[in-house]
């Protein structure tokens, strides 16, 4: 893994990012010779369509999801 000092990280920040971005290789910002951060390519990002969708047919709907769960007579609120 590539290691920059911190200063140098400040100085070149952007580029510094954007050349983990198209590479793919981790970079390791180092102050007095220690490691103080990793900074790493993203992840895959997955589309919003990716999502929407995926748990389609993974959930079973059992009895009366409209109707309240109880009686109406023990409802506190319709008591006088």
């Known amino acids: 893994m590539e290691e920059v000092a911190i200063s140098e990280f400040k100085a070149k920040c952007l580029a510094l990012l954007e050349r983990v971005r198209k590479t793919g290789k ?26 929407i969708g995926s748990m389609k047919e993974s959930i079973e709907i ?18 006088d």
């Not at 970079?27 to 990716?50: C, D, M, N």
């Not at 999801?65 to 109406?72: F, L, R, T």
């Open 26 to 51: 981790p970079l390791r910002v180092t102050r007095f010779g220690k490691a103080v951060a990793e900074v790493i390519p993203p992840s895959s990002v997955q589309g919003r369509a990716a999502w």
């Open 62 to 79: 059992v009895g009366d999801i409209v109707s309240p769960a109880n009686d109406e007579s023990d409802w506190e609120a319709l008591r």
